[in-house]
């Protein structure tokens, strides 16, 4: 197998979902009104992986339009508050209308779009019994970890009824979904730098960048 599907049209494939409905509770503020480099960090991510096909942004009630949502093609709501990022990618799945979807956060600002492309392209692959791909990466002293955050997905039914069945028994974290047979974790390339799995827990998470 390739680490990658070459060719492979993303523009009209594969859509990206920014998930951005989180309250932020340790950061002080909701995640997605915060500032990057001179920009609210929606319009950063935007800007720097220039995704080739359709975007959408992911909210909860109560946190809607946030600052630069309308860089995105299309906004849409959770259904319900508080369920966690797993409520928001059932939101994404229930919404695209591509074969494929890739999911990123807002508080991960050094994910980079080749990150993104290589999921899709190393998903698309894959036999079609495999629904979803996340990646892990070694850690000094503890083996390797599974990060949840980017995935890709393929959309559809299957994969919309194992969402909804986790969220029905009250899971609310995507890292589970590593533990279905149709997810297939793989090696993050060892050229991505550490820093792509950083996220914007804290204030002093901020401060550091």
């Known amino acids: 197998m390739t680490d990658s599907a070459p060719g492979a049209d993303l523009s009209s494939t594969t859509t990206l ?45 109560g946190r809607e339009h ?10 849409v709501v959770d259904t319900v508050a508080g369920e966690g990022p797993l409520r928001g990618v059932l939101t994404a799945l229930e919404t695209v209308t591509t074969s494929f979807l890739v999911v990123a956060t807002v508080d991960m600002p050094h994910v980079r779009c080749e990150h993104l492309q290589w999921l899709v392209e190393h998903l698309i692959s894959l036999p079609t019994s495999d629904l979803a791909i996340m ?5 000094p002293d503890s083996g390797r970890q599974i990060e949840p955050f980017p995935c890709a997905m393929r959309s559809g ?17 995507v890292w589970r979904l590593a533990q279905e047979p149709g997810t297939r974790i ?24």
């Open 186 to 209: 793989v090696p993050a390339p060892p050229h991505w730098p550490a820093d792509t799995w950083v996220n914007l827990n804290s204030p002093e998470d901020y401060l550091k960048l």
């Open 17 to 61: 979902a920014v998930l951005a409905g989180g309250l932020g509770s340790r950061m002080g503020v909701p995640k997605a009104t915060l500032e990057f480099r001179g920009k609210p960090i929606l319009r950063y991510l935007v800007d720097e992986w220039r995704w080739p096909g359709p975007t959408l942004l992911v909210t909860a009630p």
């Open 66 to 75: 946030p600052p630069a949502c309308d860089v995105f093609d299309r906004e």
């Open 157 to 173: 039914s299957c994969m919309l009824e194992i969402v909804r069945h986790r969220l029905a028994r009250g899971e609310r974290s």
């Open 135 to 139: 990646t892990s990466r070694s850690l």
